[in-house]
Structures are given as C-alpha cells and as structure tokens.
Nanobody, 123 residues
Framework: QVQLIESGGGLVQAGGSLRLSCAVS????????MGWFRQAPGKEREFVAA????????NYADSVKDRFTISRDNAKNTVYLQMNSLKPEDTAVYYC????????????????WGQGTQVTVSS
C-alpha cells in the first residue's frame, strides 16, 4: 500500500511564499508520476502541477504558471511544490497525487491521494 503524506501548508499573506512537501512510502518512487491538485470550498478539485517520473517534464495550470514550481527528489521519495507570489484565490486544500503513468492532469488520472494540507492566503 502506497502512502502519501503532505506537509508545509499554513497561513500566509498575499505575496508571500510557501513550500509544500509530499513524502511517499515505498521503494519505487522514481516509477511514479507525481502531481498537486487543490480544492477550494464549494469547488471541484483542480489540477495545479505535475512532474514526470524522471523529473524531466513538468506541467502547470495556467493560473499558477510562473508562480509555482514542482520538483522531486527521488533519493528522498519526496515531491515539492514551491509557491511564490501567493494570492487569496490560491486558498484551498492542496492534495498530492500519484500516478503510475506520465501525463498526470486530471483527477481521474491519480491512483493514490494524500490527505491534503490547508493553504490559506490572506489579503
């Protein structure tokens, strides 16, 4: 059973930064594509960013492009989301997602989810 454990959420003022981490159990982390999704109150879960199994390809939602950076450290079984220039509309629960295939983009692509971490951006 694969487990994903997120950390790093919190309260930050608009314009600030946070870094989310997602630690993945198991010995085959490098064979998984990883991503981040978020869900604001009353809204559907939406794609934020994804990184390929090798780390060589990344993909972002237009709303976070040039502000967020996804990265992975295969030696630490961890994926990160560096969030800069945060806006109040970035407020949401952020979920780490794992897929056995590259091209992670939609909720249905994920095979496992983390429990979520709250990010709140005040204006």
């Amino acid at each position: 059973q694969v487990q994903l454990i997120e950390s790093g959420g919190g309260l930050v003022q608009a314009g600030g930064s946070l870094r989310l981490s997602c630690a993945v159990s198991g010995r085959t982390f490098s064979t998984y594509a990883m991503g981040w999704f978020r869900q604001a109150p009353g809204k559907e879960r939406e794609f934020v960013a994804a990184i390929s199994r090798s780390g060589g390809n990344t993909n972002y939602a237009d709303s976070v492009k040039d502000r967020f950076t996804i990265s992975r450290d295969n030696a630490k079984n961890t994926v990160y989301l560096q969030m800069n220039s945060l806006k109040p509309e970035d407020t949401a629960v952020y979920y780490c997602a794992l897929s056995w295939l590259d091209g992670l983009r939609y909720v249905g692509d994920s095979n496992y989810w983390g429990q979520g971490t709250q990010v709140t951006v005040s204006s």
